[in-house]
């Protein structure tokens, strides 16, 4: 598990710098790395959501000069649509001034409501990489980044025990360390497993993963 790496490491603005590289997204940073070596002036970053894209994207930009379209998908859930003529025009400058364009989405651009023939097939030309879900270090490192970031006190052994029960998404992950943070805020407690047990119960967000029968006998 390392911060993210060089070239990029030290672009990121205040908290912008602390892209947590693992196995799940290694991939996904080292073909923004090679930018150069693209075999066209565009890539494609699809991963899910709360999973950095946005800001690897943003990282991305700041090293190569070039030119981002983050939710390029469109159809987010927030009501923007996928601007097909933007892309396209995009597309194109990009390979006349030589200036790399990274487009961000979801799921990849097969998938994509394209209705431009020309858009589409230049859209299954271009390399995608993915941010994978996050793997069970990456999740314990989000997870304890989480609470540092937010300043929350929480017992050493909390990020292991909430790893191994929650959904193992950047999005759950979100969720369940928010939670806990504001149920540490209003009642001025450390984070202990008893009290993170209570309070994710009560929010309807545990049980989703069964318990280790392992580690049952010390709960």
Do not use: C
């Amino acid at each position: 598990m390392s911060q993210i790496s060089l070239p990029f490491e030290g672009l990121g603005g205040a908290g912008e710098g602390d892209f947590l590289v693992s196995d799940a997204n290694r991939l996904a940073v080292a073909h923004l790395e090679r930018w150069r070596d693209w075999p066209l002036s565009v890539g494609v970053l699809i991963g899910p959501p709360r999973s950095g894209r946005s800001t690897l994207a943003r990282q991305f930009a700041r090293m190569s000069g070039g030119e981002v379209i983050d939710d390029a998908q469109g159809d987010d859930g927030s009501g923007t649509q996928m601007d097909e003529h933007r892309l396209f025009h995009a597309w194109n400058a990009a390979q006349t001034d030589h200036r790399p364009l990274l487009m961000v989405g979801r799921t990849p651009p097969a998938s994509w409501a394209v209705a431009l023939p020309d858009l589409r097939s230049r859209l299954a030309a271009a390399p995608h990489v993915a941010i994978e879900e996050p793997d069970e270090a990456l999740a314990r490192a989000l997870i304890r980044h989480g609470f540092d970031t937010a300043g929350a006190s929480y017992a050493a052994d909390l990020p292991e025990w909430l790893a191994r029960r929650i959904e193992r998404s950047y999005a759950a992950i979100a969720q369940a360390t928010r939670l806990l943070d504001r149920a540490a805020l209003s009642s001025g407690r450390k984070i202990s497993i008893a009290m993170a047990k209570e309070a994710l119960q009560s929010a309807g967000v545990l049980p989703i993963v069964p318990p280790d029968p392992s580690i049952a006998q010390r709960e």
